[in-house]
Each structure stands twice: as structure tokens, then as C-alpha cells.
């Protein structure tokens, strides 16, 4: 197709101008006369019986205008995909199924009214066990999760599938060899920047329901929404807005849709409801868990015979969208690569845990990543390239697949030679370098399927207003994607207009016709194709007008740059505003269905989709062996896009797509206790932040399909599906270590890195007395301790109470601070940087009834250097960490600290956050932190959840009853260096050094009325210094870290200091090392000796044993770069 | 408490209740919108503005800390009808997706520019750590920054 002139073509994406300054409005930027806010009361337990619910003393509360409850749904439920799965109300009904499912909720004038009313609704539960993991499900003495109308297929069964397809015992009959694996995964979140959230305003007078909405899919939302209020589907209009990233986890119903609408119908006023960030992770956007077994039987050619894969899908409480994981996984599975014959089985189970909804890719990304490992093995097993065995069996035009799909256009193996040579294939396959390996794999995707029980239509209209303006109106979503360009781009080629001369209207269900929303990669494809019938039409209806007017037949006028010639007569001409008050205003519909086939109910076969998407990715990694980490240094991505409308929105795609492979091959991972998310924040959850961003070069190809709107295909979605399994391919190459779990963290990679090295530290655990006890009571804990402590103790927890609002006091001076008045009634708290009480009040960790704001008091700010006797740096304690990173005297003296707070936290917090702050921080344990009530948060009748739980984050050394280790980075390399707090109280001043400010992680010896006026360090000639860290993630916590500190004489050591953090409740000395190095010139055997013995004593948690070698390691680096700066 | 303090060159004066985030008052007060909510704990950056210069979290300061103080959100980052260098590359980089970030980021790489007329790309990741995307994969966001400093971007074209 040549003579494009919009399509193809790199255009700036519509809206830019908007958001670009900021003006762009989001649901949360809605704001209507009269709003109302809503707060959801969400479930405590994941599995009870509802007795009550008593809303008394919550309407009686001021401000309280609305509270609904299971009730006012009567007995209406979710369609999503109907029949059986139909199994969520909007409100918990009987029974609750998962910890923070939604049981009522309420409207008032301010959200903390509204929050403290859901506080105030009393609801009685009747506790159930529940079953937590698919396996525990389907034992057949499982709880019941659901009765027998939705778990179909058996106890917390809601699907069980399986199905043959071909000649398998024949194709058996000929395999060189099987080879068979199992691979598993956790549950990974879309994570949207926008939380979900939704504007509902009922007009009672007309009975019409508006809803400005955080959605992909506005024809779902006006559906399940006018269902579930009891409406008819025209009385109820979704509204254009702002959608702040999508990924899938606004492609369905979210649970804030209805209840801001029947809150609003009961309130008769508009309400806002926005989900904060954990809702986010609690409350059903997230992907599934899967276990992959995969059964190859491969031909001595090496023809894949036979592709045997059998899966088990945690589907959580409820059914949303997961049956057509199903579907995803099973067509991956049967179609990727030439398959002779193939045996899919999948069981969808039914667990008390947040219900997964959709996420990019639909679980295709890990499905892939399991097929691509396996292919990687087969490869080594027939003694071949793994990149040309791939190419010897990719998929190609013309073949049809065991599902019976018939592939047309298909790139596959073009984009496979892509990436090897983008990647430099046969030079790093052959002689990488140490610790380096690449990788490659591919992908398959339908663009076009039949997805929805609606099968896969589009409406578009396209319209020529009265004063010459292009509108395309869509109810398809711009989430983000650049849709709203490229179908733009795709009426401007049709009509013969500039891209900027079209304005594209997405979402309004009042002013578009009908279309499925924006999921699946379906927008290009399939809306693409219906806005190209749009223009056509209205280009034929101008053209039509204009030859009435111009007395000339339609052939002779031509359309081009927005404006219409007549050929023969060219005086003729007219401009869109010319146009349109030639033939006034028009406008046309277009109209396009796939002609994809629907799959066998029982097998799932048949022509699924339009045509289907074909890509490759090559991976090259590092891996350090001394922290695990993995880092992605470059990826090469070659996709089969048909026709990249928009080169740089296609672009955009897929350097998006891959990093947030990348989050799932690496980082990203929701961690339970109890079924109860213990990570659902950006914390502890680690999404890729910008540091993980790799060098991504690309090649489009274009294979012009037929039925594409001008060629393209889907290509948006796909651009994540072959991310994990590259680099997983990678790592091996790297490590000769085949990982079978996601994701691929230092923890675990270090871990495996020692197995395979036979390493194992000597960590004498008897060395500390107190091992031998806790070591007995972690032995008695799972059965006897912590069940007793849990079960009886944790009634008699004393849990901070939430929604106070302290007040925040400023005193001028340290005199006046400490003559604030208190009594043992009032919980003052001093406040500097705030980053980690303002977090911890919401964290439910905190209540105190007043803040004593220090950052205006002068003595606690600032650096000097005093010379009284000794000199010392003297920093205020209120000083930010910023300012000391900045501050020359610092870096003159102390470079150590400079590059310790440079590894603290991010550029915003460091701003803000103070060193004293950082030393007095709470801790970090995940369990306390989600207000578990555990021994610290809710005292001594109370377990720690982390002796069972997952625990690597957690202390290897002297974890007694609290695991939770220190996590200031400041602390060990404050202890190292020998600097002191100067503290002030009512009684005067005292010093104490800080390696023993500590009583335990987060707690110090500061009594009452006591503050930290500043941080004195010694000045001491002849030192050298050096801190290493290692957090997870960029900005991360650390989960290791130590800090020397050497003085020198006559090229020797005369003294030592070394202090672990973040392995222990309080920064650890190595006493042993310290003696083992003290006298020597730190030679790199001796430093080698006696970094091992900094983990004697010892004794890990059973996840985290990384630490152990992970403490070696960063001490050994440590002690090196202080003797490096001996000199 | 009543607070007096300079907003994108504007003087305002504003009651404050007790325990008010700098961020209600932007968002909700005076209807600066731009600046946006992503999580609240000061863990992915949306909320990012300048307070005399340097970039912080908006929704980690109480309010009454600026008094006397100046403060820049991306309503104010442009000059008039000229968007300000950084805009203008996130533009021409096609480094917004969703724009929900684009605010905060916006912010960031302002703040880190105005201090580092030359960062390299470790400069740019150490500065923009604090600001989550979730849609571009920050490649883009790379180039317009380098770009916006008068450097060659890296360039991902496509091969």
C-alpha cells in the first residue's frame, strides 16, 4: 500500500496539548455541586459467615447521608461472563469469601466522615476456615467456597476442562523422547497510576444515572451498572473522562461502578468514590496464579509431535474473567510453533483470596514463558541453537493449527532472525561474557478473536459538524494507548484529511454507538476497521453533497489536505469549513464484526480470530553474583504489527509492554498470610521504576493483513507476552539455572546461585546463647505456639485506634516543645520529615492524638563542623537527607555517608526526611506495617507472623520474639563511624552513642519528653570509611547492609569497625571479623576469612536464607573499598 | 491556621484545617488539578511539585510548611502559552501514555534540570526514581529529558 499520507506517519498523540499542562480531567478531577464522598467497608476475614450488620450508630452519625448494604442489590449479581460464573453481588450477601471484600458502604459530606461511619457499621461474623491455595481447595475435605450452582465442576471447581486434540497416540508413537516439566507463578497486578474510582450522579427527576469512570469499557460499566440498579440500559450514560493507565484492570465492572450509583440513587445527590492504593491490590484487579505442567514429545528432527500441557488456574473468590484464561492458556499452548497433536487440561479453582481479575496478556506472558522455557530445553536436548530451532519450527502462513486456527499473515520467522541480529545473536550465544548470557523466544496472539459472549463488533461514527470539525466518536477508552490517535489517523487517511484536522470522542455511551471497550488489543483491529467503514461512508455522502452542488459526478472531485477540488474545473475548491456549509452537517456509522469463529464450547477449536499476531524477543542479562540481582541490559523486539499505524505509539507499546514483563519476570509478586495481602502497597509490592528501563531496539514488521485496517493488527497487548520467557532463556544461558518460579528475585536467584555452587557458610548458630531457644520455639511454633497465641492471645491485642485526626502543633522552640503540655490521656508524637508517621497513621500502626512538628526549630537544622575538643560533624537532627548528601563538609569527611543516603529511599523523600528520622523509623516488617495484630503492634499475647509467614525481608540474627530487622541505613553506618546523639529532655542533656540508641528494630532508649537535638560525628584522621547496601528494588529498603569504618597506621589497620543493618532487630557488630582484621594491611584473603564470619550465629528464617551469603558478600565489598581508600 | 504563601507566582491566603496535606490544598482549595493522587504514602511520585525549587511528594507535607514559601505545580511549569523545555521533549518524545505520572515526572526532571544542566542517564534514574509510569516503560521519558537538556537522546528508532 503506497501513498499514505496519516497512516504510517509518526503523529503527536491526540490530547497532548491537555495533558501535557496538566489540564487533562480525571474521574478523581471530577468534581460535580452537591458530591457526596463514598467509603467501602471491606471484609476483615477471608472466609466467615455475616450474622448482623447494624448501621445504626453509622447514620447517625453528622454528615452521613447514605449507608447501602448487601439488601439494597436485592438479589442481583454481577453478569460478567453469565450462567454460572455469575457469583459476586455488589455487596457481601450471607457470607463474605476473601479478606476486603466489599460488605457495605457509605456516603457522606467528606470522606472522613464517610470513612468513620464504615468504622461504625457493626457486623457480626461467624469465622470459617478457608482455602487458600488451589491444592487446599480441592482436597475433599475443603471448606466450600461456593455451593454447587457455581462450582460446577466439582467442590470449589468452577471449571475443569480438557480436550485432545489430533493424532496423539500416533504422534507418540513416533517421539525420539519426552521431556516434561512444571513451572508456577504467584499473582502479579496491573497496577494502573490511576486507582480506580467513579462519579455517580442519579437525576431523580428523569431516572437517569450518569457515571464518569475509570474504565476501558464503557459498554460493560452502562450494562453490569443499569443491571445491578435496577435500570434500563438507556437511562444510564457513561461519560467521557481521563483514563490514567488500563492494562486489563479496568476492562471489567470494578466494584466502585454500582455502589457510587445506588449510593447516589439513595442520596439523590452525585457521589465520588475512589479506591486508595491498597483497595487497589485487595479488591479484584489482579492477575492469577498458575501451575504449569508441560509434557513434550519431540521427533529426532526435532518436530514437536506432541504438546501435552495441564494447568491449574487460582481463580480467588470469585469468577470474573477468568474462564477465558482458560481459553488464553490453551491457545498458546496448542498454537505456538508447528504442533503435530496436543492435550490441554485446566482446572479453575476456587480459593478465599482476592478474585483476579484481567492483566496485559491474560496470563499469556508466564503460559509463554513455561512453553519457551521447555522449547529452550528441547533445544539443548537435540543439541541445537535454540534460536534456529526455533526458526526450523515457527508457525507460517497457510498452516492451521491442532485448534484448527488458519494462519494467514504471519512474520514469526522474520521477526525471529530480527531480534538475533538486533541482539548479536552468535556472538554472545558462542563467547559470552562471565555472568552474561542472552536469550530468545516468541509469541502468538489473536487480533480479532471472538472474546465476549457478544462476539467482537464495533460501531464507529465519523462526523463533518456544521462548522467544518472531524469527529470520530468511539466508546472504546483512551487509556492511555494512543487509540484515540490512530483511529485519528486511520478517518484522516480515509477522508483525505490531516490527522490534526480530527478530534476523537471516546466513551460517551450518549453520543457513540455501540463497541466492546478497549481490551485485548481489539481497538486497532476491530474499531480501527469499523472507523475506516465510518469514513468511507461519510467521504461518500461529501462526496455526493459536493457533486449536487458542483454539478459534476462524484469521480470528478477529489479529496486531499482537508480540501475538496473538483478536477477539472480547479477554481472549485473547498476548505472543511467550506464542506460543511456546502453540504451542512452529516455524519456516518460504520459497522465491524470479526469474522473470527466461536471455539467449540467442549474443545475450544475452530478459526478463533480475524488473524493473529506473531513477535520475538531477545533478551541479554547480567547477573551479579554477589546479590543475585538480574539486570536486563539490552532487549531486542521484533513484532508482526501487519502495519504500525503510528510508529511511535506502536513503539511506545512496546518499550511499556516489556517493562512490565520485566516487573513480572523479576520484581512483581502479591504476597498472602491468611489470604490477606501483606504487600499491597508500592513498597512492598515493586512495580519497575525507572532505573530498570533496559536498551530496547525494535523492528516492526509489517506483513499488511488483508483484513487490518490499512494492514495493522492487534499490537499492543501482545508486546509483553515473550518478555519473562526471553529473559528466563537469558539467565540460563547466564547461570546454567532453569527457574520454575516467578519472579526471578535476588533472594532467590542468590539462593540458587550458592546451591549450585555447593556453598553453605559456616553459621555456628551456638555461638549465641539465645539460638538454642529460639530455635526450640520455632519448632513448637506451627503447632502449638502460634496457633494458641493467634486463636486466644490476639483477643486481648491492643490495636492502635484508626481515624484519629491529631493535631499538629509547631513549636518555636525546644523550650517550648517540652513544656507542651501532656498527660498519660494525650499520645504526642514528634513529627519531623513526616514520611514515615504520615504513612503509618494510614498504615493503622500510629493513632497519636497529637504531632509536635521539629522542622521549624533552628537548633535541629543544619551542618557544622565543632571543634570543642575533639572535632566532630555536627548535624542537626531535623536536617533533611538531602541537605547532608549536598553539604561539602560531609563529603569532604564523610564520602561514605554521602553515597549511604544517596542509596536511601527516592530524590522526593530524601527532600523531606531527616537523619534523625531516619534513625528513629519504624520498622519495616510487612505484617506489622498491614496492622497484623502481632507481638509488637498488638503486645505480648500476641504471635509474630513472620516465624511462618513469608519472611525474606525479615532478620537472620537475633530474631527472638520479633522479627523484624532495623531498617535504617544510617544507623550501622553511624553505629561504624562512632558518632553520638545529643539529647535533650526535661532534665537536660545526655549522649548516647548510636550503636546502643536501640531497644529493638524501631524502638530506641529516647524516654518521653525526650528529643534528638543533633548527630555529632568524630572527625578522626587516618580513616577510611565505606557503606554497601543492597535493597530489592531501586529506592528499596535495604535487605542487607554494611558499613566500615578503618583507621589507619603505618599502612595497617589499628582499629576496625564494622556494623551490619537490616539482618537483625539492631545494627550488628562483627566483633570477630573486627578482631580477625585488626593489625592487618585488609589483604583481600584475610578480608575474604573474615567476611565469613560475620554471619556466626546466625540462624535464618526458612525464606531468608539469601541473606547469609548476601551479608558475606556486601561485607566483603565493603572492607575492600575501605582498604582502596587506605592510600 | 491561616497561611500565606505563592503558588505558580500568585500570592494566596488560605484557612487551613488542622491536619491538611499540601496536596488537598493544590487539588481541592485552589482546583489545581494536574498535580495527581497516585497513592498518598509518598511511593510513586503523581503528586509531585516544587516548593522553592526542590521536588517533593505533595501529599507527605502538611500544609502549614509552606508558609512564606513558593510553589510550582505543572499548571505553572509553562511559560504563558510556551510549554517549558521539558514539556515540549516529553511532546516530541511521545513520552506520555497515559499521563497520569506526566505531572510528577514533569516536575522531577524540572527540578533535576534547573540544578544539573548536563545529566547523564544515571543522573536522570537516580533524580526520576521517585516518579512510578507504569504505561512508557521510560525510554521516552529518557530521551525527552536528555533532549530537554540539549543533549542527543540515546534513540530507539526502529531499526
Known amino acids: ?1127 | 491556621m491561616r497561611i500565606d504563601f505563592r503558588i505558580n507566582g500568585i500570592d494566596q491566603s488560605i484557612e487551613l484545617s488542622n491536619d491538611e496535606m499540601l496536596v488537598n490544598v493544590i487539588r481541592e482549595r485552589l482546583e489545581l488539578r494536574g498535580t495527581k493522587i497516585g497513592c498518598g504514602n509518598g511511593e510513586c511520585g503523581a503528586c509531585t511539585v516544587l516548593v522553592d525549587g526542590d521536588a517533593v511528594c505533595s501529599c507527605l507535607i502538611p500544609a502549614h510548611r509552606v508558609a512564606g514559601r513558593s510553589i510550582t505545580t505543572i499548571e505553572g511549569i509553562a511559560k504563558e502559552n510556551e510549554l517549558s523545555p521539558v514539556q515540549a521533549a516529553f511532546v516530541r518524545h511521545g513520552a506520555v501514555q497515559c499521563g497520569f505520572c506526566t505531572s510528577g515526572m514533569i516536575m522531577s526532571a524540572s527540578a533535576l534540570l534547573a540544578v544539573n544542566l548536563k545529566p547523564t542517564e544515571a543522573d536522570i534514574s537516580h533524580a526520576l526514581a521517585g516518579n512510578i509510569c507504569r504505561c512508557t516503560g521510560y525510554r521516552q521519558i529518557i530521551d525527552a529529558v536528555l533532549d530537554a537538556s540539549g543533549q542527543t537522546p540515546l534513540g530507539h528508532e526502529p531499526s
Open chain 1, 1 to 1127: 500500500m503506497t501513498g499514505l499520507r496519516e497512516v504510517g506517519k509518526r503523529r503527536p498523540q491526540a490530547g497532548i496539548e491537555t495533558r501535557i499542562r496538566g489540564g487533562a480531567i480525571y474521574t478523581q478531577d471530577v468534581t460535580l455541586p452537591g458530591m457526596l464522598y463514598g467509603a467501602i467497608l471491606r471484609s476483615p476475614h477471608s472466609h466467615a459467615r455475616i450474622a448482623s450488620i447494624d448501621v445504626t450508630a453509622a447514620a447517625a452519625l453528622p454528615g452521613v447521608q447514605a449507608i447501602i448494604t448487601a439488601e439494597d442489590f436485592k438479589n442481583r449479581r454481577y453478569y460478567h461472563l453469565g450462567g454460572t460464573y455469575s457469583d459476586r453481588r455488589p455487596l457481601a450477601k450471607d457470607k463474605v469469601r476473601f479478606w476486603g471484600e466489599e460488605v457495605a458502604a457509605v456516603a457522606a459530606t467528606s470522606l472522613s466522615i464517610a470513612e468513620r461511619a464504615c468504622a461504625l457499621i457493626a457486623v457480626e461474623y461467624d469465622v470459617l476456615a478457608p482455602a487458600l491455595t488451589p491444592q487446599d481447595a480441592l482436597r475433599p475435605d475443603a471448606p466450600e467456597i461456593h455451593g454447587k450452582d457455581n462450582a460446577v465442576a466439582g467442590r470449589n471447581l468452577a471449571v475443569r476442562f480438557s480436550a485432545d486434540y489430533g493424532d496423539i497416540a500416533g504422534a507418540m508413537a513416533k517421539a525420539h523422547f519426552v521431556l516434561e516439566d512444571e513451572f508456577a507463578h504467584g499473582i502479579v497486578a496491573p497496577c494502573c497510576m490511576e486507582t480506580n474510582g467513579t462519579v455517580a450522579r442519579f437525576n431523580p427527576d428523569a431516572g437517569t444515572l450518569e457515571l464518569w469512570t475509570a474504565t476501558q469499557a464503557p459498554y460493560f460499566i452502562r450494562k453490569e451498572v443499569a443491571h445491578l440498579v435496577a435500570l434500563d440500559e438507556h437511562k444510564v450514560r457513561v461519560r467521557s473522562v481521563e483514563i490514567g493507565g488500563g492494562f486489563g484492570g479496568k476492562s471489567k465492572v470494578c466494584e466502585q461502578e454500582a455502589l457510587a450509583a445506588m449510593l447516589s440513587i439513595k442520596a439523590r445527590h452525585p457521589v465520588k468514590i475512589t479506591l486508595n492504593r491498597r483497595d487497589e491490590f485487595v479488591s479484584g484487579k489482579t492477575d492469577h496464579a498458575k501451575r504449569i505442567r508441560i509434557r513434550t514429545a519431540v521427533a529426532e528432527d526435532g518436530r514437536i509431535l506432541n504438546r501435552n500441557v495441564s494447568v491449574q488456574i487460582d481463580n480467588g473468590a470469585y469468577t470474573a474473567y477468568a474462564p477465558t484464561y482458560v481459553g488464553a492458556s490453551r491457545q498458546r499452548t496448542t498454537c505456538l510453533y508447528r504442533i503435530e497433536s496436543a492435550h490441554y487440561d485446566c482446572d479453575l479453582v476456587y480459593t478465599n483470596k482476592v478474585p483476579g481479575g484481567q492483566y496485559r496478556g491474560m496470563g499469556a506472558p508466564q503460559t509463554i514463558w513455561a512453553i519457551e522455557s521447555h522449547m529452550d530445553d528441547i533445544a539443548k536436548r537435540l543439541n541445537r541453537d535454540p534460536l534456529e530451532y526455533r526458526i526450523s519450527q515457527a508457525n507460517q502462513p497457510g498452516d492451521v493449527t491442532p485448534l484448527k486456527w488458519r494462519i494467514s499473515t504471519c512474520g514469526l520467522t522474520d521477526c525471529l532472525q530480527n531480534v538475533g541480529k538486533m541482539i548479536r545473536w552468535d556472538e554472545k550465544r558462542n563467547s559470552p561474557a562471565p555472568l552474561r548470557g542472552v536469550g530468545v523466544a516468541s509469541m502468538i496472539h489473536p487480533s480479532g478473536g471472538v472474546i465476549y459472549q457478544e462476539g467482537n463488533f464495533s460501531n464507529s461514527r465519523v462526523e463533518l459538524t456544521g462548522d467544518g470539525q472531524i469527529i470520530v466518536h468511539t466508546q472504546t477508552a483512551d487509556t492511555g494507548t494512543w487509540q484515540n490517535t490512530t483511529l485519528a489517523q486511520v478517518a484522516a487517511e480515509t477522508l483525505g484529511v490531516n490527522t490534526s484536522d480530527v478530534s476523537v470522542s471516546h466513551m460517551d455511551t450518549d453520543q457513540a454507538p455501540d463497541d466492546l471497550g478497549s481490551a485485548a488489543s481489539r481497538v486497532t483491529f476491530v474499531t480501527g476497521n469499523a472507523t475506516l467503514h465510518a469514513a468511507e461512508h461519510l467521504r461518500a455522502k461529501i462526496l455526493t453533497g459536493l457533486s449536487q452542488q458542483w454539478n459534476c459526478g462524484v469521480e470528478d472531485i477529489l479529496i486531499e489536505n482537508a480540501v475538496a477540488r473538483h478536477g477539472t474545473e480547479p477554481h472549485r475548491t473547498a476548505d472543511l469549513t467550506e464542506i460543511a456549509r456546502l453540504v451542512g452537517p452529516l455524519s456516518a456509522d460504520g459497522f465491524f464484526t470479526t469474522p473470527g469463529e466461536r471455539p467449540d464450547p467442549k474443545t475450544g477449536e475452530g478459526n478463533y480470530a480475524a488473524t493473529y499476531v506473531f513477535g520475538a524477543q531477545a533478551a541479554e542479562v547480567e547477573v551479579d553474583r554477589d546479590t543475585g540481582r538480574i539486570t536486563v541490559l539490552r532487549m531486542a523486539v521484533a513484532q508482526d504489527v501487519g502495519r504500525a499505524l503510528n510508529p511511535t505509539a506502536v513503539e511506545g507499546q512496546i518499550y511499556g509492554g516489556v517493562l512490565q514483563g520485566i516487573g513480572m519476570a523479576l520484581l512483581e509478586e502479591m504476597v498472602f498470610e491468611e489470604g490477606r495481602p501483606v504487600n499491597a502497597s508500592f513498597l512492598d509490592y515493586a512495580v519497575p521504576r525507572i532505573g530498570s528501563a533496559p536498551k530496547i531496539d525494535i523492528s516492526l514488521v509489517e506483513t499488511n493483513d488483508p483484513l487490518g485496517p490499512y494492514g495493522a493488527k492487534a499490537g499492543a497487548e501482545p508486546t509483553i507476552n515473550a518478555t519473562i520467557a526471553a529473559i528466563a532463556n537469558a539467565v540460563f544461558h547466564a547461570t546454567g539455572i532453569r527457574f520454575k518460579t516467578l519472579p526471578m528475585s535476588p533472594d532467590r536467584v542468590l539462593a540458587a546461585l550458592e546451591e549450585r555452587d555447593g556453598k553453605k557458610p559456616a553459621l555456628k548458630p551456638w555461638k549465641r546463647v539465645y539460638n538454642a531457644e529460639v530455635a526450640a520455639v520455632r519448632v513448637m511454633y506451627p503447632g502449638v505456639v502460634f496457633p494458641a497465641l493467634r486463636k486466644v492471645g490476639t483477643k486481648f491485642a491492643r490495636l492502635p485506634e484508626k481515624s484519629k485526626t491529631p493535631r499538629i502543633l509547631v513549636p518555636g522552640s525546644i523550650a517550648e516543645l517540652l513544656e507542651f503540655p501532656s498527660n498519660k490521656d494525650t499520645k504526642s508524637r514528634i513529627v519531623a520529615g513526616g514520611t514515615d508517621i504520615f504513612v503509618g497513621m494510614k498504615q493503622g500502626i500510629y493513632a497519636p492524638d497529637q504531632l509536635l512538628d521539629v522542622t521549624r526549630l533552628p537548633d535541629l537544622q543544619g551542618i557544622s563542623l565543632e571543634r570543642e575538643s575533639a572535632p566532630v560533624l555536627r548535624i542537626g537532627a531535623a536536617t533533611s537527607l538531602d541537605s547532608v548528601s549536598r553539604n561539602e563538609l560531609a563529603a569532604r569527611y564523610f564520602p561514605a555517608l554521602v553515597s549511604c543516603i544517596n542509596l536511601i529511599a527516592t530524590a522526593q523523600i530524601r527532600r523531606v526526611a531527616t537523619v534523625a528520622g531516619d534513625l528513629c523509623q519504624e520498622k519495616r516488617c510487612w505484617f506489622f506495617r498491614s496492622a497484623f495484630p502481632c507481638y509488637k503492634l498488638g503486645g505480648s499475647t500476641c504471635p509474630c507472623f513472620a516465624v511462618l509467614g513469608d519472611n525474606r525481608h525479615h532478620s537472620i540474627n537475633g530474631a527472638k520474639r520479633c522479627a523484624a530487622p532495623n531498617p535504617s541505613d544510617l544507623a550501622p553506618l553511624l553505629s561504624a563511624l562512632n558518632a553520638r546523639v545529643k539529647v535533650i529532655g526535661k532534665t537536660g542533656i545526655r549522649y548516647i552513642p548510636i550503636e546502643e540508641l536501640y531497644l529493638w528494630s524501631g524502638l530506641t532508649k529516647l524516654e518521653k519528653h525526650e528529643l534528638i537535638e543533633a548527630i555529632e560525628i568524630p572527625i578522626v584522621p587516618d580513616t577510611s570509611s565505606a557503606f554497601r547496601k543492597f535493597g530489592l528494588r531501586q529506592g528499596d529498603f535495604a535487605e542487607a547492609s554494611v558499613a566500615v569504618l578503618a583507621e589507619w597506621s603505618d599502612h595497617r589497620v589499628r582499629s576496625i569497625r564494622i556494623f551490619a543493618g537490616a539482618v537483625s532487630p539492631l545494627p550488628m557488630r562483627a566483633i570477630a571479623a573486627e578482631a580477625l582484621l585488626t593489625g592487618t594491611r585488609l589483604e583481600p584473603s584475610l578480608v575474604s576469612a573474615a567476611a565469613e564470619t560475620i554471619v556466626e550465629g546466625s540462624l535464618p528464617l526458612h525464606d531468608n536464607e539469601y541473606k547469609v551469603p548476601l551479608l558475606i558478600n556486601l561485607t566483603r565489598q565493603a572492607l575492600l573499598a575501605a582498604s582502596s581508600h587506605s592510600a
